[in-house]
Structures are given as C-alpha cells and as structure tokens.
C-alpha cells in the first residue's frame, strides 16, 4: 500500500518532538520546551492532511477502507504521542520556572 508514505512526516515530527521533550525535560532547558507546542500543532496539521487524504481515497477504493482506517488510527496515535510529548515539555518548563505556559500559545489557527 503506498500509502503508508504519508505517515512517514508524522513519524518523523512525533519522534522528534518527543526526543526533544525529554530532552528539554533531562536538562532543564526551558526555552527549548517552550518551542514544542508550534511543533505539536504543525503535527496536528499533517495529521489533519493525512486523514483528509485517505478519507478521499476511501470513495474510490473502497475494498480497501479497512487498510486505510487502519492508517488513519496510526496517524492518530503519532499526533496523541507528539501532543503528550509537549506536555512534557510543559511539565519541565513549570517544574523549573513555577509558570504554567499550558494555555499561553494563543487560538490554533484553521488551515
């Protein structure tokens, strides 16, 4: 199935942003933790398009809405893992600076 190529930039951004969390967690590197939730938008956003793109496959493959779904769900869990990784870069920033930046990113943008 080719289309497993389209989560390869999801994997990727995920794997980095929670490299990058514990990372910023380790050494106490606030301004690096505070960089993480643009991330974790911009991995919202490939999520979104990997799921607007298969879904508009599903109409014209339709023996293959199982594989798809299946690739929808793995997009899903690379963005709940980069999502839970800013977290932790948020946990390390108030661990460290008693501030909490959880809701200070301002309104996610539509695309």
């Not at 490939?46 to 799921?51: F, N, Q, W």
């Not at 980069?82 to 661990?95: K, P, V």
Request: charged content about 30%; aromatic content about 10%; some cysteine.
């Amino acid at each position: 199935m080719g289309e497993l190529a389209l989560l390869e930039p999801p994997y990727h951004l995920a794997l980095a942003i929670f490299r990058d969390s514990i990372r910023a967690f380790a050494d106490g590197d606030c301004e690096h933790a505070r960089t993480l939730k643009l991330k974790d938008r911009e991995l919202d956003a490939l999520t979104e398009d990997v799921t607007d793109r298969l879904s508009a496959r599903v109409v014209h493959d339709s023996e293959f809405v199982p594989g798809y779904l299946d690739l929808i769900f793995v997009a899903r869990a690379f963005e709940r893992i980069g999502a839970n990784s800013a977290n932790i870069a948020e946990d390390s920033f108030w661990r460290d600076q008693a501030e909490d930046i959880r809701h200070t990113y301002g309104p996610k943008m539509d695309q």
